[in-house]
């Protein structure tokens, strides 16, 4: 009976082991595909969006600011209207640059699953509003390595008509998967853009909220 038992555990820890390691090698497979889909879209992408404006030399010339508040008059802003660029029948609102884990990423406008096979999606909100979501698969190509990050990284998101934004990461959290509650809090106050994944079970969300910086 023992012998009996004992075999069973070998045959069991076998099928076990070898599922675990197909396992490994099929998200190996999937991060090298969604890699090289995400740079074959950068690529396309960059040659569409055009260069930011050279900088110009700062004049004594009274800004817009400066004459409302000489008049105390409150200024109104119009939200610009949203550029997005098709490629491969899929939309993309811009680029994403974090140096310091070496990642240059397109973002799609919309999300669904197999979107983010391909790239990181918005998941809700937007860059004007202050309240971008953007969410992505945790592929080491992808956003796999959010939890490396420690707070204080300056980070870009090129908007697809040129416009650069830059943030600062002012925290770094994780969040229950289920949580769309703690996903959104705050949007309008603490923070500008969020970014985020699934930890490796799927069970959490590892969560970066970020403010913009002139």
């Known amino acids: 009976m023992n012998k009996k038992h004992g075999l ?13 390691v197909s396992l490994v090698f099929y998200n190996r497979s999937e991060n090298e595909k969604s890699g090289e889909a995400a740079q074959s879209v950068l690529v396309e992408l960059a040659e569409v ?3 930011p404006p050279p900088t110009e030399p700062k004049t004594e010339i009274p800004t817009a600011a400066d004459i409302f508040a000489e008049y105390d008059i409150e200024p109104t802003t119009v939200p610009k209207e949203e550029t997005t660029v098709v490629i491969a029948e899929n939309g993309y609102i811009g680029i994403v640059t974090i140096p310091d884990l070496q990642l240059e990423l397109p973002v799609m ?3 669904s699953y197999p979107k983010l096979n391909i790239a990181p999606c918005r998941y809700k909100g937007s860059v ?4 971008i979501i953007i969410a992505a698969h945790n592929y080491w190509s992808h956003f796999g ?3 490396e990050l420690g707070g204080g990284e300056i980070f870009t998101f090129t908007e697809a008509d040129g416009t650069i934004h830059r943030y600062e990461i002012t925290e770094i959290i994780q969040l229950d998967g289920r949580d769309i509650d703690g996903m959104d809090f705050g949007s309008a106050d603490s923070w500008d853009m969020t970014l985020f994944t699934c930890t490796l079970g799927g ?4 969560t970066v909220r970020a403010i913009e910086v002139e």
Do not use: N
Not at 203 to 206: I, K
């Open 8 to 20: 069973i555990c070998v045959v069991l820890g076998t099928l076990l082991l070898t599922a675990a």
């Open 49 to 51: 969006i055009p260069p």
């Open 109 to 111: 406008g919309d999300w």
């Open 128 to 131: 004007g509003e202050g309240d």
């Open 145 to 147: 390595r959010l939890s």
């Open 203 to 206: 069970q959490s969300r590892v």
